[in-house]
């Protein structure tokens, strides 16, 4: 499975972003889970939200009420709706997904939430 995330780029506190990521290749019509995680500089890669097939969600603490994660099977691509950003969201976010032959990481995009 390949993986091409986009969507990054530097936003003002307050604003917003939306992420995507899109699947292809071997295996890519075998997804389950679909997911965002990130990590800042000196800290461990989080996981932010998560969402499978059946399009069950689940979200970190810190992004509830802000994120919303969505996924289009038909075009095997995952979306992360981020609003109300700030600064603590600076982060390189990875997709992720999972199909029962293994996990694949995307490429990292950056956020960069800053005035």
């Known amino acids: 499975v390949q993986l091409q995330a986009s969507g990054g780029g530097l936003v003002q506190p307050g604003g917003s972003l939306r992420l995507s990521c899109a699947a292809s290749?071997?295996?890519?019509?075998?997804?389950?889970?679909m997911g965002w995680h990130r990590q800042a500089p000196g800290n461990q890669r989080e996981s932010v939200a998560s969402?499978?097939?059946?399009?069950?969600?689940n979200y970190a603490d810190s992004v509830k009420g802000r994120f919303t994660i969505s996924r289009d099977n038909a075009n095997r691509a995952v979306y992360l709706q981020m609003n109300s950003l700030s600064p603590e969201d600076t982060s390189v976010y990875y997709c992720?997904?999972?199909?029962?032959?293994?996990?694949?990481w995307g490429q990292g995009t950056l956020v960069t939430v800053s005035s």
């Open positions: 969402i499978l097939k059946n399009g069950y969600t």
């Open positions: 992720l997904v999972r199909t029962p032959y293994g996990a694949y």
């Open positions: 290749g071997r295996n890519s019509g075998s997804i389950n889970y």
